[in-house]
Structure formats: C-alpha cells, structure tokens
C-alpha cells in the first residue's frame, strides 16, 4: 500500500504483530524499509504467536530502533472463550497484567535500558498518536 500509494507511513500501525512469527518478521520488514513504528501487544495467551517481551526482543535483534516500537495490550478488550469444538463458552476481560509484566522484563533482563523501555509504553506511543507536544513525557 505505501509503496503503490501516496498514502505516508505514520497513518499505518500495524499491531497485534506477534500474533504469528512470519508476521512479526514482516513487520521488522515494514518497519525497517519505511522507517514506520509497529505495535506489538502483550498477550495473556499468544498462542502461535510470541509473547511482548519475545516480540520487541526480536524486533530489536533485527534492527528495528526501540522508538519505532510500541508496546500495547488488549486491556478492557472482550476476550470470548471456546471449547476445541469452537463452542462458546463465555466471554472474559483483558487484563493490564502482562503488559506490565512483560515490560518489566526488558528492563529487568537487560534487553533495554529503563529510558529505552519508557519509550514503548508512553513517549512513542505519544509521538504516533500525534500527542507528543502534550503527552508521553
């Protein structure tokens, strides 16, 4: 899309780009060719995909920089639940925790410094959402 259109990169995020590791590769891609930021979230169950803090490891291994990553959750989002049968079984709340855990664990484990990891939560969140004169900081 933006290489076939005039359409600028800071109006795509893409997120959720964990959810599958061919999609988070693409994604160091994405970033990495257009200079462009990608979200990645913090699942309570990645399932086939890779957790926050394997996401913005790799990211970070591929040579994306720490500022054109977020890091984001699906907290207060609906998360419906099925049997292996895909029956509905109920529906549950995301929770904020493994955000946070997950964050504090690129600081703890040395994978950033606590400057860097601020910047996936607050000050490059800001500055895609266009809210840096005011917020992130």
Known sequence: ????????????IPTHVNRHPALLEEAADYALTFNASVDVTAFEDAGDGLSGFDAVSRLLERGVPSELITMSSDCNGSLPEFDTQGTYLGMKVA???TLIADWQRLVREGVLPLESALGLISTNVARVLGLHAQKGV
Not at 1 to 12: F, G, H, K, R, Y
């Open 1 to 12: 899309m933006l290489s076939e259109t005039e359409i600028p990169a800071d109006q795509v």
């Open 95 to 97: 929770r904020n925790t």
